[in-house]
């Protein structure tokens, strides 16, 4: 599937605060995710799609421009956590913004996998993750990170605390 240029956040029960909170946070509180230059796409509960472009300071193996594979698993990481908050909002929907924001910052990688499956080569990007289950102490996801002509060139599970 080719990469997604434009921008749509779907808001599936969410409020426009909640949305622009989220990727105020995503894109730019969480400093890591800035140097990336990690863009959201779209963001459903139990879904979400993340761009990134591709810039000199990612590359890894610099004659052949690929992807440094630390830059790929860092965002696999970085959006399976989001979707995780993500399904966290969706599941507490009556909690004002501040409360969210607290069980946000609860949120935290306790294990993950990535499998590269072709190298990280071309401009821009697609990070998806979903939701696979969402338990009272652990969030369980699957993410895969897509280039813009439709290839899958890597694949992660993620493990997040919640609580």
């Known amino acids: 599937m080719p990469v997604n240029k434009t921008k749509t956040l779907s808001n599936s029960g969410f409020t426009p605060e909640f949305i622009e909170t989220v990727r ?3 894109e730019e ?4 995710n800035q140097l990336l230059g990690l863009k959201i796409i779209n963001l459903q509960p139990e879904r979400v799609s993340v761009r990134l472009g591709m810039r000199p300071e990612l590359i890894g193996a610099y004659s052949h421009k690929r ?8 965002s696999l990481d970085a959006v399976g956590g989001l979707v995780v908050m993500m399904a ?3 599941r507490h929907l009556d909690e004002s913004m501040e409360q969210l924001m607290h069980r946000f910052t609860r949120v935290a990688t306790i294990d993950m996998r990535v499998d ?3 190298p990280g080569i071309g401009e821009q990007f697609e990070i ?4 696979m289950r969402l ?8 993410m ?6 439709g290839k899958l060139l890597s694949t992660g599970a993620g493990a997040y605390i919640v609580a």
């Open 116 to 118: 590269y499956l072709r």
């Open 29 to 32: 509180k969480i400093v890591f």
């Open 67 to 74: 992807l440094h594979g630390g830059v790929i698993s860092a």
């Open 144 to 149: 895969e990170f897509w280039s813009a002509d």
């Open 128 to 131: 998806r993750a979903e939701v």
């Open 88 to 90: 966290i909002g969706a």
């Open 135 to 142: 338990g009272s102490r652990v969030g369980s996801t699957r």
């Open 24 to 26: 105020q946070v995503f």
